[in-house]
Each structure stands twice: as structure tokens, then as C-alpha cells.
């Protein structure tokens, strides 16, 4: 069955974000407070049960109440609730609004991208995921504030044309090809066969090895394209490699064994074609692009890091009775904190 990420509960909190005052009072249908978000029984119920979904699809058994395993499920589902509370918490502060509209624009999207701009469709996949338009919706808002979220905290990365250099040359192995040459083999077992083939071959013709090479070759790649293929060098075993790069074009050579793999029989093709090296400046783009990605990444775990450590010590998170999640997040930031710090 075809999975819908923005209409997956489990998607909507992947970035987590920290802030505001003191936990506000816990309501009876609070599972926990953040700040001044409330976090609903009703949110929890429904993440779990995505949760259950997501399990049934992958076949595995949902773990059942009052086990370790379950409690895990457990925590991590409080867990995501209270990272997806924090973060709009703090959104708030950052001056990051989401609209109605803003919803409604990528809903919209998602359903032409998804469904075909069929609301019948949409309307059935909500059914199959047990979900309502105003769950969608409010997951739709997170993920709107999540990416609001990165994009503020990272706006000023940037990366320098001397990260780039520096990437491209302690990297040589990406951007270089090594030596390539067209030949045709064949792979047998056994050195009376090899043998047997290498007297057909060399007083053969192209159909000769063709016939042979469909026949008898043990090579699944290349035996029905009469034997041939490119080979780089560096990249086949020793005694294909040599022969591949120092036999002379158009010479079948005598069998050659492998312990691995039998003997093969060889004949290059085609001059060897020299190795390349891409140009730095046709690849310093990507590479830019890359390294930014990767800094934006690291500039965001960073904020979440120390935002989440602030949030915890002041005391701004409050759990109803039985729904604390274990190992507390905020017990293992502090640990973690005073360990590495």
C-alpha cells in the first residue's frame, strides 16, 4: 500500500525546538504540558494508534500493555508529542506564524501530487489510515512550522569556496576514473574446457564466440552479449586484470585461473582508454551544496541540543500520572550534558 509521509502522525515531529515559560497546569485530558502547550490524550491516542497501523503493516505483533517493549512505544510516542510541543512553543517566540491558508496551500499540494486533485481519493486514503481532515491538517501545520524552524536557524550558514578545494582534494577517489577497456571472455570450471576453448576461439570468428560464450560461459553478465563487456582497471580480480590491461588487441589469450572463481579465457578489444580526473569546477557546485546540507544539519542539531537542555532545566515540561516517558529525554540530555561537557 502506497504511505503518505504528511499523512503519517509519526512524521510530525522530527525536529525538536525549546522555549516559553513555565509547563502551564495539567488539564484532565492532558497527557502533558509544555510550556504553554497542552498535549492532548487525544494526540497521544491517535499517535499510538498510527503506531499499531504501522506495525500490522509490516507484519510484526504490536507489543502488548504493561511489557517493556510496550512502554518503549510508549515513551517514544510522549516523547515525539512533548519535541513537537517545544518546537511550537518556540516558534511562537521566534515569530514564526502558520496560517489556515498556509495549511490549506500544501494540503492542496499534497493532494494533487498524491491523489490527482481527487478529494474522493483523499478522502478514502483518510479512511484506510483511520485519520481526519483536522488530524492531517494539524500535522500539516507542524511539519510548516518545522521547516520555518530550520530555515530561520540556518539562514546564515554558508560555506566557503575553501571548504569546497579542501573537500575536492581529500577526496580524489570521487571525482577520478581509472583506466577502461572493451573485451570478451569467457568463464569456466574447469582448465580442459578452457583449454578446448581457447584452440575454438582463436581459429573462431564473432559468431564462434558468441555460440561458445552463450554455451558455456559461467558469467551472467556478459555471456549473452557474446562475452564482451568494460572492465576498469582495478576493479576485476588479478589475473582477469592483467590480462584485460596487457594482452594485445584482438589476441585471445591463453587460459588464466582464479582459485575463486575458475579460468577464464580473454580477449581485449579496444585500446586502453586513459584514466580521468573530473575538473574541480564542474563538480564544485554539488560539493557546495553538499557541505551546506550537511552544515544546516549540524547548525540545527546544534540549536535543538542546547534548546532542549535550556527547556529541561526550567522546568517546563509537566507529565500526567503514568504517561513520563523512560528513560526521560530530559534525564538523558542533562547525563549527557555532564558527561561531554
Given at each position: 500500500m502506497v504511505r503518505y509521509p504528511l499523512l503519517l502522525l509519526l512524521?510530525?515531529?522530527?525536529?525538536?525546538?525549546?522555549?516559553?515559560?513555565?509547563?502551564?497546569?495539567?488539564q484532565a485530558s492532558d497527557v502533558a504540558t509544555v510550556g504553554s502547550v497542552h498535549v492532548s490524550k487525544a494526540a497521544f491516542d491517535a499517535l499510538l494508534a498510527q503506531a499499531q497501523r504501522s506495525f500490522a503493516q509490516q507484519n510484526r505483533a504490536f507489543p502488548k500493555q504493561g511489557t517493556a517493549a510496550y512502554e518503549t512505544v510508549k515513551g517514544q510516542a510522549m516523547t515525539l508529542l512533548v519535541q513537537q510541543a517545544e518546537r511550537e512553543e518556540k516558534a511562537a517566540s521566534m515569530g514564526i506564524t502558520i496560517s489556515s491558508s498556509d495549511v490549506q496551500k500544501r494540503l492542496d499540494q499534497i493532494k494533487k501530487q498524491y491523489f490527482g486533485g481527487s478529494e474522493k481519493r483523499y478522502q478514502a486514503q483518510l479512511k484506510t489510515q483511520k485519520l481526519t481532515d483536522a488530524q492531517v491538517r494539524e500535522d500539516i501545520r507542524a511539519q510548516l512550522i518545522s521547516e520555518a524552524v530550520f530555515n530561520k536557524v540556518t539562514t546564515s550558514v554558508?560555506?566557503?569556496?575553501?571548504?569546497?578545494?579542501?573537500?575536492?582534494?581529500?577526496?580524489?577517489?570521487?571525482?577520478?576514473?581509472p583506466q577502461t577497456r572493451d573485451v570478451r571472455h569467457i568463464l569456466v570450471k574447469t582448465k580442459a574446457l578452457a583449454e578446448s576453448l581457447y584452440a575454438q576461439l582463436k581459429a573462431g570468428n564473432d559468431q564462434t564466440w558468441c555460440t561458445l560464450a552463450k554455451k558455456y560461459s559461467q558469467d551472467p553478465s556478459s555471456k549473452n552479449n557474446?562475452?564482451?563487456?568494460?572492465?576498469?582497471?582495478?576493479?576485476?580480480?588479478?589475473?582477469?586484470?592483467?590480462?584485460?590491461?596487457?594482452?594485445?588487441?584482438?589476441?585471445?589469450?591463453?587460459?588464466?585461473?582464479?582459485?575463486?572463481?575458475?579460468?577464464?579465457?580473454?580477449?581485449?578489444?579496444?585500446?586502453?582508454?586513459?584514466?580521468?580526473?573530473?575538473?574541480?569546477?564542474?563538480v564544485s557546485t554539488s560539493i557546495k551544496q553538499q557541505l551546506l546540507q550537511t552544515a544546516k544539519n549540524q547548525a540545527m542539531t546544534d540549536w535543538v541540543a542546547g534548546l532542549t537542555k535550556s527547556f529541561c532545566s526550567g522546568s517546563k515540561i509537566r507529565y500526567q500520572v503514568g504517561y513520563a516517558p523512560s528513560p526521560d529525554p530530559c534525564t538523558v540530555t542533562t547525563t549527557n550534558a555532564t558527561t561531554t561537557g
Open positions: 512524521a510530525a515531529a522530527l525536529l525538536a525546538g525549546c522555549g516559553g515559560s513555565s509547563a502551564a497546569k495539567l554558508t560555506v566557503s569556496d575553501a571548504a569546497v578545494h579542501s573537500y575536492y582534494a581529500s577526496h580524489p577517489q570521487l571525482y577520478s576514473q557474446c562475452g564482451k563487456l568494460t572492465v576498469s582497471k582495478g576493479q576485476t580480480v588479478p589475473e582477469f586484470d592483467t590480462v584485460a590491461f596487457t594482452g594485445a588487441t584482438k589476441v585471445v589469450h591463453a587460459p588464466v585461473h582464479n582459485a575463486q572463481y575458475g579460468w577464464f579465457v580473454i580477449e581485449p578489444l579496444s585500446v586502453v582508454k586513459a584514466s580521468s580526473t573530473t575538473p574541480e569546477k564542474q
